[in-house]
């Protein structure tokens, strides 16, 4: 049984408020992501669309819903970036060093997102909710990158999970 620490509670808390700013229209894939060293958020991230672009809350549609893609594939046929994607860029964008980090995910990252985890050094990832791709499991594991999911039921006992 994982013994999930204070910290591991508070990070995956602040992904799901996160995850509220997303602009995503399919209900259900609002996802927020946060990526962390030494206790000390680096940067943030939600899926929605690209900056200036207009997003599927405001064109009130889902190109996916729209073309009948299923979850897990085709990745590339989205307005949004993935939460994961927007924090790792945020990072490049500020200059900031995420070589050793742990990245907190409201959901298991997809294998795009897995492909930049492993390049950019991330090394541990803590996730909520799966999704269904193993290949991104596959790669992680084959990179020795820590792919933890979350289970509050587990936490340690001081009721901060």
């Known amino acids: ?58 064109r009130g549609e889902c190109l996916r819903r729209n073309l009948g893609i299923p979850s897990g594939t085709r990745q590339e046929l989205c307005y949004a970036i993935h939460a994961e994607q927007n924090a790792i860029i945020q990072a ?11 990245l907190y995910c409201t959901h298991q990252p997809c294998v795009i997102c897995a492909k930049m985890i492993i390049n950019a050094g991330i090394r541990r990832v803590v996730y909520a909710e799966g ?20 289970c509050p039921d587990e936490a340690q006992p001081d009721g901060l999970a």
Request: aromatic share 10%.
């Open 1 to 58: 049984m994982q013994a999930w620490d204070k910290w591991d509670a508070r990070f995956m808390e602040l992904c799901k408020s996160i995850s509220s700013w997303s602009s995503c229209y399919q209900h259900g894939r609002k996802i927020g992501a946060i990526i962390v060293k030494n206790k000390r958020i680096l940067t943030t991230g939600y899926n929605g669309a690209p900056s200036g672009l207009t997003s599927c809350m405001e």
């Open 92 to 102: 490049a964008k500020l200059g900031v060093s995420i070589d050793g980090a742990t």
């Open 131 to 150: 999704y269904p791709d193993e290949f991104s499991v596959d790669l992680m594991s084959q990179a020795g990158v820590l792919l933890e999911r979350y």
